[in-house]
């Protein structure tokens, strides 16, 4: 998933699972939950197309922006949903 009960994947609780996955070589699919604010979402698909892109979206971006990859440079991931919008 794209965060753990509301926390994000680069909390510091979670950075021994991340260091034994990147020296394990394991790829990570990321795929997001149901989406935040759910009822904004109806009708249209929005909950897939938007709600779903937008998790992705703030997952990568958390991973970009603070520093994480840099601390996992060999980490290999896939985003769910074309990547959300960072691409």
Excluded at 8 to 28: C, G, N, Q, S
């Amino acid at each position: 998933l794209t965060n753990i009960r509301g926390r994000p994947l680069t909390h510091e609780d979670y950075r021994p699972i991340w260091r034994e996955i990147e020296a394990m070589e394991m790829p990570v699919f990321v795929h997001p939950p149901s989406p935040r604010n759910p009822e904004d979402l109806e009708g249209y698909n929005l909950g897939n197309t938007v709600g779903m892109t937008n998790e992705t979206s703030l997952c990568f971006a958390r991973m970009m922006l603070s520093g994480f990859l840099d601390a996992f440079p060999r980490l290999e991931l896939v985003a769910a949903h074309g990547g959300g919008t960072p691409p």
